[in-house]
């Protein structure tokens, strides 16, 4: 038996799927409970995180202190990068003649 496209459904769950899409995976629903039990286990996946988790907002923020080292290694390590010297010993050989 043919399946559906492996998208669909999420995009079944997700409230997601056109109209037409939704009528097709219907139809091949009623005959394969694999793909119908899938759609079902995503819908309920997705009901959880929406009832969990504010739409609009991230729902644990770091602290400012996570942010400041951060901050703090890249700036770090962007010195270390410009004080470090050459790889090649301060020579790209650009500047010498021919060998």
């Known amino acids: 038996m043919d399946h559906c ?3 669909l459904p999420a995009a079944l769950a997700l409230g ?10 219907g ?3 009623e005959r394969c409970a694999a793909c119908r039990e899938e ?3 995503l819908r309920g996946l997705v009901d959880t995180a929406r009832r969990t ?3 609009d907002s991230v729902s644990v923020r770091p602290p400012p202190r996570v942010w400041d080292a951060i ?4 700036t770090a390590e962007v010195t270390a990068e410009i ?4 790889r090649d010993g301060g020579h ?7 060998e």
């Open 53 to 55: 988790a504010p739409a």
């Open 92 to 98: 790209s050989g650009a500047e010498d003649g021919p």
């Open 27 to 29: 139809r091949h629903l």
């Open 71 to 74: 901050a703090a290694e890249v």
């Open 39 to 41: 759609v079902e286990t």
């Open 16 to 25: 997601w799927a056109s109209a037409e899409d939704a009528r097709a995976a």
């Open 83 to 86: 004080t470090a010297e050459p």
């Open 5 to 7: 496209d492996p998208a």
